[in-house]
């Protein structure tokens, strides 16, 4: 077993409430998508409120934010996940539920195997990037930085 897993987070804002109508192409679908994380290889955990999702977990005072946070064995296990499975078609119409962002909205870092981060340490971690661009805190796909030791 690795020393370290890696952690992501990622936030969006939705383009209208939850209930609104136009929302439900998506919420109808993340049953389905967290599922199909879990079941993935590498996958080692996410954040769960009390709907059995992160949907009702609050880190920014805006209620339209929603949080997704997950930790897994290895950087090309996420990868697959999110852009080699079911996972891409919700990804690639994200334009239909989400604003597009004005900062970083992804996040990743490597955490001690077994650690389970904080939905507040992945805001840190958020803004640690947008203040500093990629570094081995905190980074993204495209700059990404080995795991230590």
Do not use: C
């Not at 439900?24 to 994380?37: K, R, V």
């Not at 290889?41 to 709907?51: A, I, K, S």
């Not at 930790?71 to 690639?92: I, M, Q």
């Amino acid at each position: 077993m690795a020393g370290y897993h890696l952690a992501q987070m990622n936030i969006a804002r939705m383009v209208a409430p939850q209930e609104d109508p136009v929302m439900e192409g998506f919420f109808s679908q993340l049953e389905t998508i967290n599922a199909l994380a879990e079941r993935s290889p590498g996958f080692v955990w996410r954040l769960v409120g009390d709907g059995g999702d992160a949907t009702d977990v609050r880190v920014y005072e805006d209620e339209r934010i929603l949080v997704n946070m997950s930790v897994w064995e290895s950087l090309e296990a996420l990868h697959d996940y999110t852009y080699r499975s079911a996972h891409a078609g919700v990804f690639k119409d994200r334009k239909k539920w989400f604003e597009m962002p004005k900062s970083a909205h992804m996040v990743l870092w490597w955490v001690p195997a077994g650690y389970r981060p904080t939905a507040a340490e992945g805001r840190a971690k958020l803004e640690h990037l947008d203040a500093h661009g990629p570094t081995a805190e905190a980074f993204t796909f495209k700059q990404a930085f080995p795991m230590p030791g």
